[in-house]
């Protein structure tokens, strides 16, 4: 099973990042199984107003999130554990409380690779390796 971050959900709908773009796009179409974890379409929704002055308006932003569902299996809802779970993470992996409660998700929801931009990736914690789909060139 295979989770993908916001920010590269973000950055397949940022023009303003054609090589971005490109790679998330890519990533998108080809990693399957897919989860959908609440929490990236709910930082999907909020981080969109970013996209505002390229013309991406509220209505793109709700599509995306629908778009993102049908790509997925499932979607991940979080419950009132995964606080403990995270706490315990970002005690051991030094990680911010979103970071935290992202990784507890995908660990609880069976995932095996997140792709992310984020968290020091390449990384593994706690048996979910993280993937960073934009890696620096050398």
């Given at each position: ?39 990236v ?23 995306g ?10 979607v ?18 030094s ?19 997140l ?24």
């Amino acid at each position: 099973m295979n989770a993908i971050d916001t920010n590269v959900w973000i950055y397949s709908h940022d023009t303003r990042e054609p090589v971005k773009q490109q790679e998330a796009d890519r990533l998108i179409d080809e990693v399957r199984p897919l989860v959908l974890l609440w929490q990236v379409g709910c930082e999907f929704l909020a981080a969109c107003r970013k996209l505002q002055p390229i013309g991406f308006t509220r209505d793109d932003a709700w599509n995306g999130v629908a778009d993102m569902q049908t790509m997925s299996e499932r979607v991940v809802m979080p419950d009132v554990e995964l606080w403990t779970e995270a706490k315990a993470l970002q005690e051991r992996h030094s990680l911010s409380f979103w970071d935290a409660l992202l990784v507890a998700s995908c660990i609880r929801a069976g995932v095996k690779k997140l792709y992310t931009e984020d968290m020091g990736s390449p990384r593994t914690i706690d048996g979910l390796i993280l993937v960073n789909p934009f890696p620096p060139k050398p």
